[in-house]
């Protein structure tokens, strides 16, 4: 196991989890995991099923909460607060750390609407003009704007499965995150719509803080600059993507990167 020493990396840190456990019901799914997420930089967490990737994401910004039965321990901080504090506002704190799934999911509305509504509902714009321009904003961020500006009436389920991913990073744009945990966000889309996505995501670190749970390991090569390495619920090596891949330190780390298992 590394230390919290060995977890820490020289550059800005955006968020520091610490001592992390999740039990779901009596079944424990992260045993005391300490990490730093690097600001503007993309994340990978790697491993074989069931080791943890997903219950590290959702606990970055509360998702987990939504479990039932779960109980978690440790701290996850975020601009100097834990965000398991007492007084935080959980529909605040996932504005400011937004989430893309696995499965594009459109609210069933319009394009536009997808975009518009929780900006709406957090009171960030009242303007229709200013709507319209945070809509146009957050398309053209995620790529998508070309493709659907002369529709954006249209419902946003009429949209391939690549562009509705697109459209659902642009709906979590929208709300100004400053850091983005997307949950295999490519894994139902088809080779080419995956391309366009890892593109996205390489333009959106400029910008965000990126964590992004993979199985594919060529796509945990090609985007992220750091990579955290899961095994039963422990983080067995975070280190940047290279050295991970090139030079594991642990022997578990490179029996999984050379396919001897998961
Ligand atoms: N809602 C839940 N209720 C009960 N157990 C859960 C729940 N979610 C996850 N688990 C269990 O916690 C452990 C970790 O699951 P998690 O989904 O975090 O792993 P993962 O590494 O993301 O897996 P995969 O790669 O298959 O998505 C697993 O044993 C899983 O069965």
């Given at each position: 196991m590394p230390t919290v020493e060995q977890?820490?990396?020289?550059?800005?840190?955006?968020?520091?989890?610490?001592?992390?456990?999740?039990?779901?019901?009596?079944?424990?799914?992260?045993?005391?995991?300490s990490m730093d997420v690097i600001e503007n930089e993309v994340t990978a967490l790697i491993g074989p099923s069931g080791c943890g990737k997903s219950t590290f994401l959702r606990c970055l910004n509360r998702m987990n909460d939504l479990v039932q039965g779960v109980r978690i321990e440790g701290e996850v901080e975020f601009e100097q607060e834990n965000v398991y504090a007492p007084h935080v506002d959980v529909v605040e704190l996932r504005s400011h750390i937004g989430m893309v799934f696995q499965k594009p999911n459109p609210f069933p509305k319009s394009i536009y609407d997808n975009i518009a509504y929780a900006p709406r509902i957090l009171g960030k714009v009242r303007k229709r003009t200013e709507m319209d321009d945070l809509v146009e904003e957050s398309l053209k961020r995620a790529g998508l704007w070309e493709e659907v500006k002369d529709r954006l009436q249209l419902p946003g389920l009429a949209l391939s499965g690549g562009q509705q991913q697109r459209l659902c990073i642009a709906r979590a744009i929208a709300v100004s995150p400053s850091v983005l945990l997307m949950d295999e966000p490519c894994s139902a889309l088809d080779p080419v719509a995956t391309a366009t996505v890892e593109q996205l995501i390489d333009e959106l670190k400029e910008n965000y803080t990126i964590v992004i749970v993979t199985h594919n390991l060529q796509q945990a090569a090609r985007v992220a600059g750091y990579t955290a390495f899961f095994h039963l619920g422990n983080i067995i090596e975070f280190s940047d993507t290279d050295s991970l891949f090139t030079h594991p330190r642990e022997k578990k780390t490179e029996d999984y990167i050379t396919g001897r298992y998961g």
């Open positions: 977890t820490r990396v020289k550059q800005s840190t955006k968020m520091s989890v610490r001592d992390l456990s999740v039990w779901y019901g009596e079944k424990q799914a992260l045993f005391g995991v």
